[in-house]
């Protein structure tokens, strides 16, 4: 180890710095900036008749591992290369300097594209967690997510192959290593990645899928053909609960396609309402509704009490407004409260918004007023509308003592 000072900061050694380009006191900014520069300079595939240019990659991959961290800085700092161990997130023995490489330049714009999902060249394929979830849209009337529906149907999807195990061989048959990318289930291809720099990414193998292993046409299983999975149809059942709201997810965990080795995925049900002739949601409201009702001039001036629409249930709303009472303007908004849909979490519900339309009596109706020519006549405004005819549950409600503009 060497004493070097820099800029009135002693570090125990400043091989790292070195390494970079930059003096021990350094930004965060200035060395990530650096780092750049350098491993753009020291990549193995600009330099591939250069035999230390993989080593020096790795060595500046490892300087800025550690002087990119603040723990494991102040610690080299102090310390040096060999001094106690550097825990706070700096390289491990599995650390590869092309993902490192990947992860700093991948979102940079320059045209650089790696499969961050293969790994090194030394290593398999990194599997998921999980399958790919399945997602279906599934539609249901106003009615439905009022009321709340019990959905039974049937789905295709994929299960593990009971002949094979998921192994897509025959009994007794085991898989060999592809030789296109010798069982590591990558390959790399050359790639123009910035202008006069040619680069390896990492694909996919299109010989083995990604598999690593190759399985000849007469050894396949003969259940999934080699696939590994067949189809299974299953009877599902799911609950849409009063108050579903128009793009809420329904999912069912582990239902979705399985794959060798991982577990199964989600069927996830993506709920749709369908437009209703009557109702619609109410902007700003939760759970809330809109309906347009149109009364005649004499009920908007001398009120009524009649069953004024048919709820999503089938109840119907009789609403009575007197004489005196108040007076529906043409357009106004008036609000029945918690008729409106189940707000999704809570037990309360939302409110019914009534949009009024006033029809007034016709031309007719008028030119009779004109002829009678100062001549005392009994003219009456057209009567109320009738009620609505229903067989089930007539509930009688209010509407709230101002309406809304």
Not at 115 to 135: A, F, L, N, V, Y
Not at 291 to 301: A, N, P, V
Not at 379 to 392: A, F, N, Q, Y
């Given at each position: 180890m060497r004493d070097k000072e820099k800029v009135g900061l002693v570090v125990a050694d400043s091989t790292y710095?070195?390494?970079?380009?930059?003096?021990?006191?350094?930004?965060d900014v200035e060395i990530k900036k650096a780092y750049k520069k350098k491993a753009m300079q020291h990549h193995p595939d600009k330099n591939p008749d250069d035999p230390q240019a993989h080593e020096t990659f790795q060595k500046i991959g490892q300087a800025y591992e550690t002087l990119s961290n603040p723990n494991d800085r102040a610690t080299y700092d102090a310390h040096g290369i060999d001094g106690p161990p550097r825990g706070g997130g700096g390289m491990g023995p599995d650390?590869?300097?092309?993902?490192?490489?990947?992860?700093?330049?991948?979102?940079?714009?320059?045209?650089?594209?790696?499969?961050?999902?293969?790994?090194?060249?030394?290593?398999?394929?990194?599997?998921?967690?999980?399958?790919?979830?399945?997602?279906v849209p599934y539609d249901i009337s106003l009615e439905d997510a009022f009321k709340g529906k019990k959905v039974v149907m049937s789905l295709e999807r994929d299960r593990i192959c009971g002949g094979c195990k998921g192994s897509g061989a025959r009994p007794g048959v085991e898989p060999k290593e592809c030789g296109?990318?010798?069982?590591?289930?990558?390959?790399?291809?050359?790639?123009?990645?910035?202008?006069?720099?040619?680069?390896?990414?990492?694909?996919?193998?299109?010989?083995?899928?990604?598999?690593?292993?190759?399985?000849?046409?007469?050894e396949k299983c003969k259940k999934c053909k080699g696939s590994k999975v067949v189809k299974e149809k299953k009877r599902i059942e799911f609950m849409i609960d009063p108050g579903t709201?128009?793009?809420?997810?329904?999912?069912?965990?582990?239902?979705?396609?399985e794959e060798p080795d991982i577990p199964a995925g989600d069927i996830i049900f993506l709920?749709?309402?369908?437009?209703?002739?009557?109702?619609?949601?109410?902007?700003?409201?939760?759970?809330?509704?809109?309906?347009?009702?149109?009364?005649?001039?004499?009920?908007?001036?001398?009120g009524f009490s009649r069953i004024l629409f048919i709820h999503l249930d089938g109840r119907g709303i009789k609403i009575t407004s007197r004489k005196g009472e108040r007076m529906i303007q043409p357009g106004s908004i008036w609000?029945?409260?918690?008729?409106?849909?189940?707000?999704?979490?809570?037990?309360?519900?939302?409110?019914?918004?009534?949009?009024?339309?006033?029809?007034?009596?016709?031309?007719e109706w008028a030119n009779q007023l004109e002829e009678g020519n100062g001549v005392e006549t009994k003219?009456?405004?057209?009567?109320?509308?009738?009620?609505?005819?229903?067989?089930?549950?007539?509930?009688?409600?209010e509407l709230s003592s101002k309406p809304v503009n």
């Open positions: 710095y070195d390494l970079l380009e930059v003096s021990a006191d350094a930004s650390m590869d300097m092309d993902d490192l490489f990947a992860s700093m330049f991948g979102g940079m714009g320059g045209g650089f594209e790696f499969d961050m999902g293969g790994g090194s060249s030394s290593r398999q394929r990194r599997k998921p967690s999980k399958g790919r979830d399945t997602i296109n990318c010798e069982g590591k289930g990558t390959i790399f291809t050359d790639r123009h990645i910035a202008p006069g720099l040619l680069g390896k990414v990492k694909s996919p193998c299109p010989s083995c899928h990604g598999e690593g292993k190759k399985i000849r046409d007469k709201e128009d793009g809420e997810r329904i999912a069912l965990r582990g239902e979705g396609d709920i749709r309402h369908l437009p209703h002739p009557s109702f619609r949601p109410q902007p700003s409201s939760p759970g809330s509704l809109q309906i347009l009702i149109s009364i005649r001039l004499s009920e908007s001036l001398l609000i029945i409260k918690g008729e409106g849909m189940t707000i999704r979490g809570t037990k309360r519900k939302g409110d019914m918004y009534i949009r009024f339309d006033v029809e007034f009596p016709s031309l003219i009456e405004l057209p009567g109320r509308k009738p009620d609505l005819k229903i067989e089930g549950q007539v509930v009688e409600r």
